[in-house]
């Protein structure tokens, strides 16, 4: 079956950085655009970038944008989120999926930007 699993998260101060992964299994990645995609306390769970299957092109929330890189590795089966300038609004549960969304969510990971 499919599964996301996102890691990566943790306890940030502001201005600092985290590199987030998600591994994905149980289908064939390669032909999906996936998403990075976060959720704060109260909110609707929003796409902060999204990169797609093959040639990737990568497009950026305005909130994030020159802060935030995302890019994918196809044959480890994996993308990634390097996060810098973090913001005490970047807090947030942070989940990938396919994009357009297709599968059930992971976990997610929770970031945290706090002093």
């Known amino acids: 079956q499919v599964q996301l699993v996102e890691s990566g998260g943790g306890l940030v101060q502001p201005g600092g950085s985290l590199s987030l992964s998600c591994t994905a299994s149980?289908?064939?990645?390669?032909?999906?655009?996936m998403g990075w995609f976060r959720q704060a306390p109260g909110t609707e769970r929003e796409l902060v970038a999204s990169?797609?299957?093959?040639?990737?092109?990568?497009k950026y929330a305005a909130s994030v944008k020159d802060r935030f890189t995302m890019s994918r590795d196809n044959a480890k089966n994996t993308v990634s989120l390097q996060m810098d300038s973090l913001r005490p609004e970047d807090t947030a549960l942070y989940y990938c999926?396919?994009?357009?969304?297709?599968?059930?969510w992971g976990q997610g990971t929770q970031v945290i930007v706090s002093s």
């Open positions: 149980g289908f064939t990645f390669s032909s999906f655009g």
């Open positions: 990169i797609s299957s093959t040639d990737p092109i990568v």
């Open positions: 999926n396919a994009y357009p969304v297709t599968f059930d």
